[in-house]
């Protein structure tokens, strides 16, 4: 069964830097997501994103953060500095169709410290 | 402002027992509606969809049913099992051709042995 495969499992790093999540969605899905989740409570959205562009981001998602697709599997959530905050599981999920069902990875745990 | 909720926070059952989970949600844009389930250290797991031009739905041991009027989601298990314990979220869909979810705050399914 095809599946959103998400690296690191865990990802440790010092406040201030710079931290990249990779996410490889299911092949013939268009439409890509980040969401994250504070340990305990409930899976707040990031952004999307589909035809090579942003189509919405959250409060959260500020100039810190951004997205990339660079070539035809991948799909990266970039952190350029790292706040203690943003320690959380980071959820990467793809969709085929919109209003359709969403598969999500099985998440990359930051750690900031 | 809108929300996606859950009416409580845990819930412990009987193996054998049926469950039924309550949510609430107050976007009457909203059209597409999700239970999903989260194990430890998992991402979430779909289980169930349903439209907003649907009231029921039926799926393998689990059926949820909208209330519009009420704005108001549930997701039935019957004969629980121990497999089925996880924490459940439902989610809602409103941004149209973007499609977001909104995630509802989690609620803990314990079943007893």
């Known amino acids: 069964e095809p599946e959103v495969t998400q690296t690191p499992s865990h990802q440790v790093t010092q406040m201030g830097q710079e931290v990249i999540l990779r996410c490889v969605p299911i092949s013939n899905h268009l439409y890509f997501y980040w969401y994250r989740q504070i340990l305990g409570q409930k899976v707040e959205f990031l952004v999307s994103?589909?035809?090579?562009?942003?189509?919405?981001k959250s409060e959260i998602f500020d100039d810190q953060f951004s997205v990339e697709r660079p070539d035809g599997s991948n799909f990266t959530l970039k952190i350029r500095s790292t706040k203690l905050e943003d320690s959380a599981m980071y959820f990467c999920?793809?969709?085929?169709?919109?209003?359709?069902?969403?598969?999500f990875g099985q998440g990359t745990r930051l750690t900031v410290v | 402002g809108e929300s996606v909720g859950l009416h409580l926070p845990t819930l412990s059952v009987q193996e054998g027992d049926n469950s039924i989970i309550n949510c609430a949600y107050s976007n009457s844009a909203s059209d597409y509606f999700i239970w999903y389930k989260q194990e430890s250290g998992k991402g979430p797991q779909f289980i169930i969809d349903i439209r907003s031009n649907m009231d029921k739905r039926q799926g393998q041991r689990v059926t949820v049913l909208l209330n519009k009027t009420v704005k108001h989601l549930s997701l039935q298990i019957a004969a629980t099992q121990p497999g089925d314990s996880a924490v459940y979220f439902c989610a809602e869909d409103f941004t149209g051709a973007n499609s977001k979810l909104t995630f509802g705050k989690g609620i803990t399914l314990s079943v007893r042995p």
């Open positions: 999920a793809s969709m085929k169709g919109g209003n359709t069902e969403a598969f």
């Open positions: 994103f589909y035809n090579n562009e942003i189509s919405e």
